[in-house]
């Protein structure tokens, strides 16, 4: 078992209790180590998490890092990207642990690679006007819930979906056919608005069209 704390220490837990007498197994759990990294000293950690390979641990400590230390030689690995130093926001890995979700006190959601430490995306379109804190995984389908402090906040769940996607593509390359047409006769030009409402939706359908791409190939 692990804990943290406000001072950044973070302790690993024994039970001593054996396997005929389980019920004492709550009981007698004793401290195994303590892992102090020299700059997480005085930094509150928010969230601790073990990658479902059980080899590495997420900290997701209040200075807007992220990091995952193997477990065995103590190394760690530092995701960057999302500004944490006041709330006590979360993160998680997906279930299959290849990508890393987090939240942020911009109210944008940040997407990594847990194993190259790449970031791949980031949901500016969420629009929470405060810190987004809750970030969860679904255990089985290819589905996340976003969530942020205040009543008037709604939760985003964001499903993929592989026919908006396919759609979503053929979309834009019929888009990019229609561009390239013959300059000779051009079609009429559309409303700024129209044109406007264009751009934002090409723009959003791309990147998510990319994160969408990455979480298939795994999940």
Request: proline share 4%; net charge neutral; with cysteine.
């Amino acid at each position: 078992m692990f804990s943290a704390d406000n001072s950044g220490l973070i302790v690993v837990w024994k039970t001593t209790g054996s396997e005929g007498k389980k019920s004492l197994l709550s009981q007698r759990w004793v401290v195994e180590k303590e892992i102090s990294e020299s700059d997480l000293l005085s930094v509150p950690i928010n969230k601790l998490q073990l990658h479902p390979n059980g080899r590495c641990l997420l900290i997701h400590a209040r200075d807007s890092v992220l990091r995952m230390m193997d477990l065995r030689i103590l190394a760690v690995k530092r995701y960057i990207g999302a500004t944490n130093y006041r709330e006590r926001l979360c993160s998680t890995f997906t279930p299959c642990g290849s990508f890393l979700f987090s939240g942020s006190e911009d109210g944008m959601a940040y997407v990594w690679n847990t194993d190259t430490g790449d970031q791949l995306a980031v949901y500016s379109e969420l629009s929470f006007s405060t810190a987004l804190h809750g970030v969860c995984f679904h255990p089985h389908e290819n589905m996340v819930a976003f969530s942020a402090f205040g009543q008037e906040q709604l939760i985003h769940l964001y499903l993929h979906d592989r026919t908006v996607s396919q759609l979503e593509g053929q979309s834009l390359k019929a888009s990019s056919r229609s561009s390239s047409a013959d300059p000779r006769t051009p079609p009429a030009p559309p409303l700024q608005d129209s044109m406007d409402q264009l751009i934002l939706t090409t723009r959003l359908a791309l990147k998510m069209q990319s994160v969408k791409q990455q979480l298939d190939s795994v999940l």
